[in-house]
């Protein structure tokens, strides 16, 4: 028995490996139907960034990256191909450091995590030839695309769901990687329960939650990275917040540098 | 429907207030059975830390602390009464920086946390006298009281499950706080898929997963802080790992210092 106010995450089974081009909302229906299931108002669709990048083409060739000095520079420090330094470069405003097989940067949409979040596995290219290497870009606007795909699951299905696009990020002070959401559409992503009361009447003072990313970090549980990955899970059953319009997204997560006293110490005013 | 392979998240209904010297395991069990639901094998039971604190007495009466010198120093600049910052100079191993309304230490167990974890709120304790504050403090070995609170789940049910002690903390780079495993038995919390292959046979570099911080983060999603909360959820169907003997618990968790580049610059090697 599962009682009513649960929360199911289920792995979407059969999604097969997506190029550039494919409608990802259309595949994924599908393969929900063909595991009897339909959405509803209210669910979740939570889909690994990797797909998303590839059906948006967000692919590069490592073949036709020509290197600057600076990824020359760079590529012994990170134990890297220089080629591949220079796509990390250009999807970065900052590098935070490097070291021998650790090159963290700010992307441009503002995360810190390693490489720019570009990654070479799980690549088929159409077209390929041998020795080719093909590297997975961040999706441009991560937001946007979470809310194109929720626009086209309405479009194909009626309902009125959620997208969530995660990723992987290591962090400071705690080892491993967790779930993130880098987009999200029709939720709120970062719930502020601030001035709230709690049990006994006092006032919460420092609630803030990252409820997109503790979502992202559920489906991640289902997602897997290796053989058997599933790169598409469905939430049911969670009661998120609605975002107010226009849907500012994941944005909501990542921290201005105004307010990161770790790597600005001049922000930490005191002591 | 809900497929075979999906994972419940199942808040556990009418947890009383609990009171030092309570049977945690006990009350669940028995609220557990009240919703029709029996534990199984393989389940996961999350506990908001303040309950398992509660239940173990870890509780201190501010009236009864006596403020140091150093305590009186860093008040002001916390904004905090310098008993309460006395309380949490106590738990503590390292202060990592103070600026208003924020005090961000290392514990004793090595979190890197605001207030370490110290909190005021939910507290209602036998023998109070008006104008009391009760702080309840972390548990003083988190990875025990899971492993405490699984033998005592399979005296009273027989279920060999795994038992995760949750907090709530922030982070560098993002913003808000998701859930974090202080304490788990029975699971690994930090997985290690390096070396294992990918779908097109390519090695995996980086993936080390901390599917205990991802396990807390999907609990803490129905555990509320406000007046709705919800301390315990049962988590149905996660195919973890089960851990080697002895366990380490979330202890694999906690970043050392020789592999913390942020607090420790001398780390970062090159550039």
Redesign the interface.
């Known amino acids: 028995?599962?009682?009513d106010?649960?929360?199911?995450?289920?792995?979407v089974?059969g999604i097969p490996l997506i190029k550039p081009g494919d409608d990802l909302a259309e595949i994924i229906t599908q393969q929900l139907a063909a595991?009897?299931?339909t959405l509803q108002d209210g669910d979740v669709v939570a889909l690994a960034q990797k797909i998303v990048s590839k059906s948006e083409g967000r692919l590069v060739n490592l073949r036709q990256v020509v290197a600057s000095e600076r990824a020359h520079q760079?590529a012994p420090?990170a134990d890297k191909n220089p080629r591949h330094v220079q796509v990390i470069l250009d999807e970065s405003r900052e590098?935070i450091?490097?070291?021998?097989?650790?090159f963290v940067v700010e992307t441009h949409h503002g995360?810190?995590c390693?490489n720019a979040g570009v990654d070479?596995?799980?690549?088929?290219q159409p077209g390929a030839e041998e020795g080719d290497i093909w590297l997975a870009l961040l999706p441009k606007d991560p937001n946007q695309s979470a809310a194109t795909l929720k626009t086209r699951f309405k479009e194909l299905t009626g309902a009125n769901i959620a997208v969530l696009i995660n990723d992987?990020h290591g962090?400071?002070?705690?080892?491993?990687?967790?779930?993130?959401a880098l987009g999200t559409a029709g939720l709120v992503a970062?719930?502020d329960?601030r001035g709230?009361?709690?049990?006994?009447g006092?006032t919460?003072?420092?609630?803030?939650?990252?409820?997109g990313?503790?979502?992202a970090?559920?489906a991640?549980?289902?997602m897997g990275?290796?053989?058997e990955?599933t790169p598409v899970v469905l939430i049911r059953g969670?009661r998120y917040r609605q975002p107010k319009q226009p849907d500012t997204g994941a944005a909501?997560?990542?921290?201005p540098p105004n307010?990161?006293?770790?790597?600005y110490p001049a922000?930490?005013?005191?002591?």
Do not use: C, H
Request: net charge neutral; charged share 20%.
């Open positions: 028995m599962t009682p106010n649960s929360v199911q995450l289920i792995p089974p595991a009897n299931l760079i420090l590098v450091w490097v070291s021998p097989g650790i995360f810190v390693a070479r596995s799980n690549i088929e992987t962090r400071p002070f705690r080892m491993g990687g967790v779930g993130v970062l719930v329960e709230e009361r709690d049990m006994f006092y919460l003072q420092n609630t803030v939650v990252a409820t990313d503790e979502l970090g559920a991640s549980l289902l990275q290796a053989a990955a969670m909501d997560l990542v921290r307010k990161d006293v770790f790597r922000n930490r005013k005191e002591f």
